[in-house]
């Protein structure tokens, strides 16, 4: 097959192991930067153009979109669907996992757990919001953020007000949820792929530290996940429509509660941590789907 990548640094770990993984399956791939993509949007022939060249119809596209090229990357990757090419994550489920908000309120619909969380536009009582999702300390994401990025941890209830007023100052939207003490620091990422757990890992933040990305210095070791955990994980990757995802959990006192669900998971943390060949488990997957000409997973429209 021939097999395409959107991504803007080819030579990331988890980009190399896929065109690795690729390349020993007998396919080719190649590394397309995403911003350098321009389209023709034509009726009946939809093209890409790179490097002031045609691109060739691809078996299948593995979108690699940083969150800061969203928009974009998501205009290419439609473009791409447009022509029929087979996408390891389909666009609009990119987009619903990139809005933490929209994201959150398609996994509470389906029933799977989530800490507290509370949203207002401008809450003009901060407390209010602060308390409804039971108090200080309770953590604060903007709707839009990775790595860690974005995350903040208000320990009292003068600095979370500080904080979620200061937001609602600059009109920058955000979600505040509860603080799940019981986790220590530490989370639980399962990399779901065709409906199915192929690895996880537990992640302990640094000292000191209450994020566990392995972006902001963390640890990784090989998890072993409850059979309720795995399914999970592989239900809030469906309700979303993701055929690939990170997973990410916390261990809560009343049981496993999902905190992120990304569509562009690393690989090297993950498959260091556990020896599995993750890289090739997607690369399979893309074989047996491609030609199929469909996705296997059934997540909502829109």
Do not use: C, W
């Not at 994201?103 to 507290?116: E, F």
């Not at 790595?147 to 007000?161: C, D, N, P, R, Y």
């Not at 496993?256 to 498959?271: A, K, T």
């Amino acid at each position: 097959m021939r097999l395409a990548m959107l991504a803007r640094n080819a030579g990331l770990y988890s980009h190399q192991r896929l065109v690795e993984a690729a390349q020993a399956r007998g396919h080719t791939l190649d590394v397309i930067n995403t911003l350098q993509v321009h389209m023709n949007i034509t009726s009946n022939q939809p093209l890409l153009r790179y490097g002031g060249k045609t691109l060739p119809l691809y078996d299948a596209v593995i979108p690699r979109i940083g969150a800061s090229v969203t928009h974009y990357g998501l205009a290419v990757l439609r473009q791409f669907e447009m022509q029929g090419v087979f996408p390891l994550n389909e666009s609009v489920a990119i987009g619903r996992s990139r809005d933490k908000l929209r994201a959150l309120q398609l996994l509470a619909r389906a029933g799977i757990g989530l800490p507290v969380t509370a949203f207002a536009h401008k809450p003009k009582n901060a407390e209010s919001v602060i308390n409804e999702v039971g108090g200080a300390p309770v953590v604060i994401k903007l709707v839009e953020g990775t790595q860690g990025m974005g995350v903040i941890l208000a320990e009292t209830e003068a600095s979370a007000k500080s904080i979620v007023e200061a937001f609602s100052a600059a009109n920058i939207n955000i979600l505040v949820q509860e603080y799940i003490a019981e986790a220590e620091g530490s989370d639980v990422r399962a990399l779901v792929v065709g409906g199915r757990v192929v690895a996880a890992m537990r992640r302990v933040g640094r000292a000191g530290e209450f994020r566990s990305n392995l972006h902001r210095g963390g640890e990784a070791e090989e998890a072993h996940i409850s059979d309720e955990e795995r399914d999970i994980a592989v239900r809030a990757a469906s309700v979303l429509g993701l055929n690939v995802a990170g997973v990410d959990m916390l261990r809560s006192n009343r049981g496993p509660v999902v905190i992120e669900v990304n569509s562009s998971p690393g690989l090297r943390g993950i498959e260091r941590a556990t020896n599995a060949d993750v890289a090739g488990e997607i690369i399979g997957f893309i074989e047996q789907s491609a030609a199929h000409g469909q996705t296997e997973t059934k997540g909502l429209k829109g």
